[in-house]
């Protein structure tokens, strides 16, 4: 089949006005011009998609769909602590058909707005069994064992069986606050692609560089061993203690809002082997510092963008994410701002070669979104508003 459409945006060189893209099965044939495709693939039905663009589906590299029926009900704290203690007593409340219905109910609101791949954290990886994806996704289970380390090893056994099943899945040790350097080292013994959050926010910095703050003393009042806190960086805490980002295991390292010189030296080795998810919105919604795009960039790692979930932010929009982003960094190009949507997201989850972009070989996920041509193409898309109504999953068409 032949999708035409005023252009399509590879993410894999220059747009291709008047172009076209061939399916066969579940992945993209050929791309290119529409008046030679159509006359190479005489044979195949035209689809005519008229005035849009065509561009690959949107990959969010860090969500938790888990919370998307907490929307609106957690007002700004006065610190990150604060909102953990008020996130803490709402989850409290809920049962495991809430979680059901809240992920369900994300998972629509996601591909509503374009998404076709998620990187998804739960914590509860027992409900995955009962869950149908419309979209892509990679389950992460979301680990924590700050009230009993010593089971680091049987937490992450329960998670994997029940995860085991998933064409797609890694392990989230939650944070280093929440998660001991055990099972940080028994996640990287099982699982190849793992997700942690890190350096978030300024009480998890005083926590591990001053030993003191609010986090400090609410974790300890829990009864966590706080004898690792006073001497590092939350970044220097997670590779000391845990062997973070060495070997062949990859990396999502989520957040990094707190950083310090001493830090940026220990990710240059990270390069190779870690990717970093920035969320703009939730970052606005907590107030933390300002993130260090630029340095990160200049040290070659690789950045995308996510989404975070619901319990700080307002809807599951990654064309939002990048408007926020662009007002927050409005010298990175339109383009540069896109691929951490794109191509930037599939590298993340080890999936260059498959995802986020339109090529030959790769899956046929694409979106198209109206193209009035009243700027470049890159600055429409950011600029993008509203619902996605034309979608592609696997050479499906998805009807929303």
Not at 319 to 347: C, G, L, W, Y
């Amino acid at each position: 089949m032949i999708f035409r459409a005023k252009i399509v945006v590879t993410m894999d060189g220059l747009p291709i006005e008047n172009g076209a893209v061939i399916t066969s099965g579940e992945r993209t044939a050929a791309v290119g011009r529409f008046p030679e495709l159509r006359k190479e693939y005489a044979h195949e039905e035209i689809v005519d998609l008229g005035e849009r663009a065509l561009l690959p589906g949107l990959i969010n590299a860090h969500c938790h769909l888990d919370y998307t029926c907490l929307r609106g009900r957690i007002p700004r704290q006065r610190s990150f602590t604060d909102w953990i203690r008020v996130i803490n007593a709402e989850k409290a409340k809920l049962s495991p058909e809430n979680y059901i219905a809240a992920i369900n109910e994300g998972f629509a609101e996601a591909k509503r707005f374009g998404t076709t791949t998620i990187a998804n954290l739960t914590a509860f990886p027992e409900l995955v069994a009962r869950l149908d994806p419309p979209i892509r996704t990679w389950w992460f289970a979301e680990l924590f064992d700050v009230r009993d380390p010593t089971r680091a090893r049987h937490i992450i056994e329960l998670a994997v069986e029940q995860l085991r099943s998933q064409e797609h899945w890694g392990l989230a040790p939650h944070a280093p606050f929440t998660a001991s350097g055990d099972l940080y080292r028994h996640s990287a013994e099982i699982a190849s692609l793992l997700t942690t959050h890190l350096a978030e926010s300024r009480d998890e910095m005083s926590m591990f560089r001053d030993g003191a703050g609010e986090l400090y003393n609410f974790l300890k009042e829990l009864g966590r061993d706080m004898a690792d806190c006073g001497q590092q960086t939350p970044l220097e805490q997670f590779i000391h203690s845990s062997r973070g980002i060495e070997g062949n295991r990859t990396y999502l390292l989520v957040h990094l809002n707190e950083l310090r010189e001493t830090d940026l030296d220990l990710l240059k080795s990270a390069v190779a082997t870690a990717s970093i998810v920035h969320c703009p919105r939730s970052h606005d919604y907590f107030g933390h510092s300002p993130f260090e795009f630029r340095k990160l960039r200049e040290l070659g790692l690789n950045v995308c963008l996510g989404t975070d979930s619901l319990a700080s932010n307002l809807d599951l929009s990654l064309f939002a994410e990048m408007r926020t982003f662009e007002k927050e960094f409005p010298d990175v190009s339109p383009q540069e701002i896109v691929q951490m949507v794109t191509s930037n997201s599939a590298r993340a989850l080890r999936q260059e070669n498959a995802l986020g972009k339109i090529r030959a070989g790769f899956l046929a996920d694409f979106v198209a979104i109206p193209f009035a041509k009243s700027a470049s193409i890159f600055e429409e898309i950011v600029a993008f508003d509203q619902k996605v109504n034309w979608m592609m999953l696997g050479g499906r068409i998805w009807p929303n």
